[in-house]
């Protein structure tokens, strides 16, 4: 999907993958918003009559190596799924695919409230139903983005976003009015041939919880809430008070954040880039991400060591878009290659805290449940 101010840039596309069988639609309308809403209505009708699925891809993204095997098993592995093939770094739902790396699980839900349409592939059946609903939609003004997820929750389908990422998002001028959003890059994506590690019968689904460092509003380390009750389903609560209805208290994260950042060789630099207190909210989000990312694989059934959840090339991956995702907007283009090299450490370190800790809980609750069943069989043995 295209406007006409583009189409050079979508007949690229088409032309360096001829094995995709691309067909460009294009909006030519110049009123409204380019190329979204209107072309996304025709690029969504244009499924082919014996098609089992759908993918329509915008103009600005670049594709993995070996993407059309890797779409295929994607839709092997979930027929009826609705799948994003990119979440960009900053995003909610970008936590969530991290939490999904770091977990070696293929999929994550996406909790926005829009779904990354940069890339999408669903049932061919879906699609046709998407733009008969979009034909309705254009009487109003939402972007496809949304559109698609007001469709997709009338229908009860939870759409989710693959792990890793299968499509780049190009750096380039917006047609939709999301210049001040900075660069969008994806959160998990490798030019190369798909990255190894991750299963995709394992989903990151039902989250209740999902940590990211905010960089809209006022910037700083969050949580997502899901709440039945709020507007969206979630609300956004600060992420010192969310732990310490966990039992860390702003003092102890503020004493395990300085100790913490002693130990990193560019924390210094990191603060004259950030700033004190920004510096601790993002080494306050990636250790809630450490945290939540335990937590998670334990339900998942997918422990694994902290060191060995870190090291797959999926979860390296993911970490070293964090800081830049979050900061994007905070630090001059010039200093991103200096920003990324001092804080994805920082990142990393924090992550990796939070693991731990989770799993030194664990390993404490398993202790007393050893000790009191052998308790319990002393007291047994006396009777």
């Not at 994806?186 to 030019?191: D, E, F, G, I, N």
């Not at 960089?215 to 010192?240: C, H, N, Q, S, T």
């Amino acid at each position: 999907m295209t406007h006409r101010l583009r189409l050079e840039m979508a007949e690229r596309l088409r032309d360096s993958h001829p094995q995709l069988d691309i067909r460009v639609v294009c909006d030519t309308l110049p009123e409204g918003e380019r190329g979204s809403l209107r072309s996304a209505q025709r690029a969504w009708a244009a499924v082919g009559a014996d098609a089992t699925h759908h993918l329509v891809l915008q103009d600005d993204v670049r594709l993995t190596k070996g993407f059309l095997a890797a779409a295929r098993s994607l839709t092997e592995h979930r027929p009826d799924g609705v799948t994003s093939l990119f979440v960009e770094w900053g995003a909610w739902t970008g936590g969530v695919a991290r939490i999904a790396a770091l977990t070696g699980a293929g999929w994550a839900e996406v909790v926005d409230n829009y779904v990354p349409t940069q890339a999408v592939i669903m049932p061919a059946g879906t699609a046709r139903a998407v733009s008969e609903y979009f034909a309705e939609a254009l009487r109003g003004d939402e972007p496809d983005d949304v559109a698609l997820r007001g469709y997709l929750a009338s229908t009860g389908t939870v759409p989710h976003v693959s792990v890793p990422n299968l499509v780049e998002h190009r750096d380039v001028s917006s047609l939709t009015g999301n210049h001040h959003h900075g660069m969008r890059c994806a959160t998990c994506w490798s030019s190369g041939a798909p990255l190894p590690g991750v299963d995709l019968r394992r989903s990151v689904t039902g989250v209740d919880a999902v940590p990211a460092m905010a960089w809209w509003g006022e910037p700083g380390a969050y949580f997502r809430l899901r709440d039945p009750l709020a507007a969206e389903g979630w609300r956004k609560v600060r992420a010192v008070e969310v732990l310490g209805g966990l039992g860390f208290s702003e003092g102890d994260l503020r004493g395990m954040g300085r100790q913490a950042l002693r130990g990193e060789p560019g924390a210094e630099r990191g603060r004259s880039l950030l700033g004190e207190h920004l510096l601790f909210e993002l080494w306050l989000a990636a250790f809630s991400l450490g945290l939540r990312a335990a937590a998670v694989g334990a339900s998942l059934d997918a422990r694994v060591s902290p060191a060995a959840a870190m090291s797959t090339p999926v979860a390296r991956r993911a970490l070293a878009t964090m800081a830049l995702g979050a900061v994007r907007n905070l630090v001059p283009r010039r200093l991103y290659s200096t920003a990324a090299a001092v804080l994805t450490p920082i990142v990393r370190g924090a992550v990796r805290l939070g693991l731990d800790v989770r799993a030194a809980d664990e390993r404490a609750a398993d202790e007393r449940v050893v000790e009191g069943r052998a308790a319990d069989g002393r007291t047994a043995e006396g009777r």
